[in-house]
């Protein structure tokens, strides 16, 4: 059963860093592409940003572009995004996300209820 569970979200000041990560089990993780998609209050999935399995080719979504780095750890099993610079746009429940190959091709599929996603884990931004 895939497993995945965030952590390390939290409340910062506009402009302040948090470091999310998404522990994962169940499954050969060094075998699958991973996302990070948000969901705000009212709104649907957006898709954040992805890692392909094994050479570490990264994507992100234009508003993220410079603030936030998404990496991993194969031999931990875990998945990583550093949030830089946070703006009021940024708050959401952040999701960790299995793919289901290799390589990302897209947001479709890891923003469709066929993804497997964790609890999730809460940004808010506020002075």
């Known amino acids: 059963e895939v497993q995945l569970v965030e952590s390390g979200g939290g409340l910062v000041q506009p402009g302040g860093s948090l470091r999310l990560s998404c522990a994962a089990s169940?499954?050969?993780?060094?075998?699958?592409?991973m996302s990070w998609v948000r969901q705000a209050p009212g709104k649907g999935l957006e898709w954040v940003s992805s890692?392909?399995?094994?050479?570490?080719?990264?994507y992100y979504r234009d508003s993220v572009k410079g603030r936030f780095t998404i990496s991993r750890d194969n031999a931990k099993n875990t998945l990583y995004l550093q949030l830089n610079n946070l703006k009021t746009e940024d708050p959401a429940m952040y999701y960790c996300?299995?793919?289901?190959?290799?390589?990302?091709?897209?947001?479709?599929?890891?923003?469709?209820?066929?993804?497997?996603r964790g609890q999730g884990t809460q940004v808010t931004v506020s002075s």
């Open positions: 996300a299995k793919d289901r190959g290799a390589a990302y091709i897209g947001a479709d599929y890891v923003t469709s209820p066929s993804s497997s």
């Open positions: 890692i392909n399995s094994r050479y570490g080719n990264t």
């Open positions: 169940g499954f050969t993780f060094g075998n699958y592409a």
